[in-house]
């Protein structure tokens, strides 16, 4: 391998830590002022830190110390997301800087009190992503603000191969024209909403110069903004999460030792977006053999008592893929 003289980069390691309470799904933020030399001083940013090259034997425990340090809290299921190396994506570089690549991480975690003096603080995932939530039905925010700005976009080129390549992408990302909504297609939604400019990140400086954006007026409905890329993190590890829940049993990192099958199907809920069908939810998960009765019953559901179940740890040795269905309602 070839190194070019003068070469210069700075790798930084980011953390999504992702937990779901009261059927919300939550991330962990830090104020973009614990970011280094960046500019998103008051936006929400993800946990961040740099890699010592030295004393960080391997990258996932020098997530896990940054995390710590600024969050308190000790991860336990961590998988390695993607690297983000974009060139100009960190104010570092406009002022002459190495250029930033950053290795993000999930992290599934049942939610925990922060302590008074945290940095860090809890925050509604769709709040960042308002038109991936569909459990409530279609979100306004489609049609009163993405499609119209999207269509606008799609037109706004006379190369008649461009319009029909945009016109393509428009249709599959956001189940147009024949296409079926795709719960997985989080990024390829958020990077199309970054292209148009019809997002705030899409005003960004570019060597010196601001970018050119479709302003949006309506800007409350397209979410709130976080420092730097992350919110492409944040896209990323939702669109990993809705594919995996498919065959990992990963949302059981996210439940209490044991829990209700409704608490299981508002995680999974959650964290598809989407409503599912109560009954067939409740056949798939028994056909897959992923919980067993405890034979205990909860009586403090506010309702009718429930029998409490637990995951079964066998069914990774039993199944290829045991992960949990998604029956939609």
């Known amino acids: 391998m070839t190194i070019r003289k003068g070469q210069r980069f700075m790798v930084g390691l980011n953390a999504v830590i992702v937990a779901v309470t009261d059927e919300s799904p939550r991330v962990l933020t830090v104020r973009g002022s614990e970011l280094s030399m960046t500019d998103d001083h008051e936006l929400a940013a993800l946990p961040f830190g740099p890699l010592d090259a030295e004393k960080d034997r391997t990258l996932e425990r020098g997530v896990r110390g940054w995390v710590r340090e600024q969050t308190g809290l000790e991860l336990e299921y961590v ?36 302590a008074l003096d945290s ?4 925050l509604d995932y769709y709040s960042f992503l308002p038109w991936e939530d569909w459990r409530r039905g279609r979100p306004k925010v489609l049609d009163q603000v993405i499609l119209p700005k999207l269509e606008e976009w799609v037109t706004g080129t006379e190369e008649w191969a461009s319009r029909t390549h945009r016109q393509e992408r428009l249709a599959i990302a956001f189940g147009l024209g024949g296409s079926e909504w795709d719960g997985e297609k989080v990024l390829e939604r958020y990077e199309l909403l970054y292209e148009a ?21 309506k800007r409350e ?42 608490q299981l199907q508002r995680v999974v809920e ?60």
């Open 197 to 217: 400019g019809i997002i705030d990140e899409s005003v960004r400086t570019y060597r010196g110069k601001r970018r050119p954006s479709t302003a949006v007026e």
């Open 221 to 262: 409905l397209m979410g709130r903004r976080m420092a730097l890329d992350h919110r492409r993190m944040l896209a990323t590890a939702l669109g990993r999460l809705r594919g995996k829940i498919k065959y990992r049993p990963v949302v059981f990192e996210l439940l209490s030792p044991t829990f209700r099958l409704l």
């Open 119 to 122: 940095r860090a603080k809890w």
């Open 79 to 114: 998988e390695q997301l993607y690297t983000f190396g974009d060139r100009h994506r960190h104010p570092i570089e406009h002022q002459g800087g190495p250029r930033m690549l950053s290795i993000a991480y999930l992290a599934l975690i049942r939610e925990v009190k922060l």
């Open 270 to 329: 959650a964290l598809a977006g989407v409503r599912l069908h109560k009954q067939n939810f409740r056949r798939l998960v028994d056909r897959g053999g992923l919980v067993e009765g405890t034979g205990q019953i909860d009586s403090e559901t506010g309702g009718r008592p429930a029998e409490l179940f637990r995951f079964r740890r066998e069914v990774l040795t039993e199944r290829r893929a045991p992960g949990v269905g998604l029956p939609t309602s």
